[in-house]
């Protein structure tokens, strides 16, 4: 990343899907003491209900550094066995709510790298929440950390703009890669304690509530423009989905919304050909690009016509 420090600093880590594995290891090319990288349990994952690490114990492994992975950061004594106190604590998409005795746990303080541009969207899912609202902007904001959800001081903000065709996964990804730059580009002045954190307006801030598979149902009385959204912000998880008056389902990859409107009930496929499906919209018209049936594969909407043609269907809200 550019940046060695000077002076060794000791700085523990917290994290745990792959969005945290850039940020870690910038840590480690900066030059850091790392004492200890918290991450959570291994979990049961796949179709084979596999044990599995996260990815940040596995990066961590890969740079031999300590791993504890504890359930709850509640334990007794479980903080003094990480030994003497780092100068910082770097948090990134760990996933537990760090009590208070971990907060003044380092010389420091705890700062969070969080992906949006506090105080918008502050919670569990704000790249999704950004693409749904149709954000131009993202970008990451490192925050003091305090009892409050995403509430904290914050010192350096990096923005991004948001590509008008940019699915969730394409901006997380974007996103884990700038979070490791920022934080490289924090750490001295955090080190130093000459970076100022400056205080949130709360007034404007946005709640970014965890996705749920619920969510992925498509409401053909939407607007086009805010079905094609939900589709990018749902890709590559969980996909969203709308099923036909016959019942059948189809989980959604790509869309894209067509000028104009059109004359009819919402969720009228209007044309199905090699350009795709047009569906009527509560508001304008949305042409489905790629769609996936039932344990089948991804494939273009064109392909799927050619076994199921849908001239007459509809979709149902």
């Known amino acids: 990343m550019g ?19 850039p940020a870690l290891n910038a840590l480690v090319a900066s030059g850091a003491d790392v004492p200890v990288v918290l991450t959570q349990p291994d979990r049961r994952a796949g179709r084979g209900r596999l044990l599995t690490p996260p990815p940040v114990k596995v990066a961590a492994q890969r740079h031999g550094l300590r791993i504890a992975q504890p359930e709850t950061l509640r334990l007794p004594g479980l903080i003094e066995g990480f030994g003497v106190a780092p100068d910082l604590l770097i948090v990134i998409a760990y996933g537990l709510l760090l009590p208070q005795s971990m907060l003044v746990w380092p010389r420091r303080g705890c700062v969070n790298l969080h992906a949006s541009l506090l105080p918008r969207w502050r919670g569990a899912a704000p790249i999704q929440r950004a693409i749904l609202a149709g954000d131009a902007t993202s970008g990451i904001s490192v ?31 974007r996103l884990a890669e700038l979070a490791a730059h920022t934080l490289a580009a924090a750490l001295p002045g955090l080190l130093a304690g000459t970076l100022a954190a400056v205080p949130q307006q709360h007034s404007l801030a946005t709640h970014a509530p965890k996705i749920a598979k619920a969510d992925a149902r498509l409401d053909w009385r939407r607007r086009a423009v805010d079905l094609d959204a939900q589709i990018r912000a749902f890709d590559p998880w969980p996909v969203a989905e709308t099923q036909l008056g016959d019942g059948r389902r189809l989980r959604v990859w790509q869309a894209t919304p067509l000028e104009g409107s059109a004359a009819a009930p919402p969720g009228t496929v209007l044309a199905a050909g090699r350009a795709g499906i047009d569906v009527a919209a509560g508001a304008g018209v949305l042409r489905l690009l790629k769609i996936q049936p039932p344990s089948g594969r991804v494939m273009d909407a064109a392909a799927y016509l050619t076994a199921h043609p849908l001239h007459g269907a509809a979709f149902v809200s």
């Open 3 to 21: 940046l060695t420090l000077k002076d060794r600093a000791r700085i523990a880590f917290a994290g745990t899907p792959e969005f945290a594995v």
């Open 143 to 173: 925050m003091r950390m305090e009892m409050g959800l995403d509430t904290g001081a914050v010192y350096r903000t990096t923005a991004t703009p948001i590509g008008e065709r940019e699915t969730a996964g394409e901006l997380h990804d």
